[in-house]
């Protein structure tokens, strides 16, 4: 009768993915449960459609780009341990475990530097390394919709291009990106609350 909740908790590979995400057993614990509600047929993966469902990507204007997150390199399923690797990414950084961490091992997935990188990957529609004013100005018509004219988002998206291309090669590179963001606090922007 109580074996079936004792199931529930026992999570493939846990350790492993708790060391390489950094969330702690509840956190986790949490996840794999909403993992296993959004997988209603139980085929041990998620797919775009179910992603689709969580509420809080439907509304964000972005929220079609950060499912293909998930889907990297054109896979149609994504199984646990891929959906915690996406989500650590908004994972709040712990300062006092950025400064304890041994230089040997990977960059964590919530650090800074991954962070934007993340955050370069839903501008740079074509993955080619760079943003151009194209991509720029559709992820604009994503975020602002209809209530700025397309005039005033050309006008946006060239003027944001032109102040962080350094080179003059009419894109932003991923150096360019992080350097124009360094004044702004991306790690607060990025550290929503996934867990609710």
Aim: net charge negative.
């Amino acid at each position: 009768m109580g074996s079936r909740g004792s199931h529930a908790t026992v999570i493939p590979d846990g350790d492993s993915i708790r060391r390489e995400t950094g969330f702690s057993q509840a956190s986790l614990l949490r996840l794999y449960h909403r993992f296993r509600a959004l997988d209603r047929n139980k085929k041990g993966y998620l797919s775009r459609m179910d992603l689709q469902q969580i509420g809080a990507l439907a509304v964000n204007p972005l929220g079609d780009r950060i499912i293909d997150s998930f889907f990297p390199d054109g896979n149609q399923r994504v199984d646990f341990s891929g959906f915690v690797r996406v989500l650590a990414h908004f994972r709040p950084i712990d300062e006092e475990e950025a400064g304890i961490r041994d230089p040997k091992q990977p960059e964590p997935l919530n650090s800074r530097m991954n962070k934007l990188r993340f955050a370069f990957q839903l501008y740079d529609l074509d993955r080619d390394g760079k943003i151009s004013r194209h991509e720029m100005l559709q992820v604009l018509r994503l975020m602002v919709g209809v209530q700025v004219t397309e005039e005033q988002l050309e006008s946006i998206a060239d003027r944001t291009v032109q102040e962080a291309d350094e080179d003059g090669d009419g894109a932003v590179s991923f150096l360019e990106f992080t350097k124009s963001l360094e004044k702004m606090n991306i790690e607060q922007k990025m550290s929503i609350r996934i867990l609710k």
